[in-house]
């Protein structure tokens, strides 16, 4: 087993060896640059780390672990497209360095970029994969139209929410692992374990996620607090303060987020102030853990050392503390 870091290393290593074709120049290029950018690679490292703790040879995923970056980066793309967002990672979106039609084109191609590298897996490698791909394809679609709906609904449930989060966030990094314990030959149920393994921590990391984006800290975070109440996102801190507040508190919280404030540090301010005071901080570190734990207990069915579940352990704590 390698350290995370030097899974990082080495899949950045094959990352920029891959080659796109280079003409039409402004299809390509899109995809070199979104591909470019600096990101914590959590889902191709995901399959690197579990197809060598089910064979040690994480060299055999590189290819799946790949496939798992261009889609989600295909899938950035086109989210910020639908959000309208002017910044990646700190650096200019596609559709804001070229154009719309542009971003769109090299969005579509880089899903069949990762379809592609699949070809290089055979017979039933490649069907199991190819199918486990497909699904969560479309799951993550799923996931993006329940999001885009949320935002014109004035009633979302909890249920609703971890659903979406589930499709959106966790199915990826859930397929992540399963390509790496796929390409491995491990047992269908080690795959669908260490599936669920990965989801649940999916889930953990997403909920984690929200919390972060009203009560971090910015140097830490990465980027301003208080984003999904100026956007008005309805997440489960919204959806759970509304269950807890008083009637005018509540009335005063969704006033909140009908509107858009002329003052941003003063909104962000009593939104916070809401949520703290229905104990919301309390509330989503029990969610967090809650999913943290179901995840560690896929754990105790794998056939796998001891030693390789304290990897996965420590590997899920380090995700939680954002530590990778």
Known sequence: MLTVEEYRTEFLSYLNDFQSPSSPKNLYEPVSYILGLKGKRIRPILTLLTCDIFND?????????????????????????????????????????????????????MLILAYQLFENYKGDTFVSLAKLFSKTAIEVCEGQQMDID??????????????MIEYKTAVLIGASMKMGAIVAGA???????????????????????????TFGEEEKFG?????????????LLFIRAKQ??????????????????????????EVKGLFEKSNIPKILSSEIENFTNIAFKMLDGLQISEEKKDFLRDFGNSLMKRNI
């Open 57 to 109: 040879n994480y060299s055999e995923a590189l290819d799946a672990a790949l496939a798992v970056e261009v889609f989600h980066n295909f899938s950035l793309v086109h989210d910020d497209i639908m959000d309208e967002a002017h910044l990646r990672r700190g650096n200019q979106t596609v559709h804001k360095k070229w154009d719309l039609s542009t971003a769109i084109l090299s969005g579509d191609v």
């Open 150 to 163: 949320f935002s014109k609904k004035e009633d979302v449930s909890a249920d609703d929410y971890l659903k």
């Open 187 to 213: 047992s269908i149920k080690d795959q669908n374990d260490i599936y669920e393994f990965g989801k649940n921590l999916g889930l953990a990391f997403q909920i984690q996620d929200d919390y972060l984006d």
């Open 223 to 235: 980027k301003k607090i208080g984003g999904d109440i100026l956007e008005n996102k309805k997440t």
């Open 244 to 269: 807890l507040l008083s009637p005018d508190e509540n009335d005063r919280l969704i006033k909140l987020y009908s509107s858009k404030s002329s003052n941003d540090d003063n909104k962000i301010k």
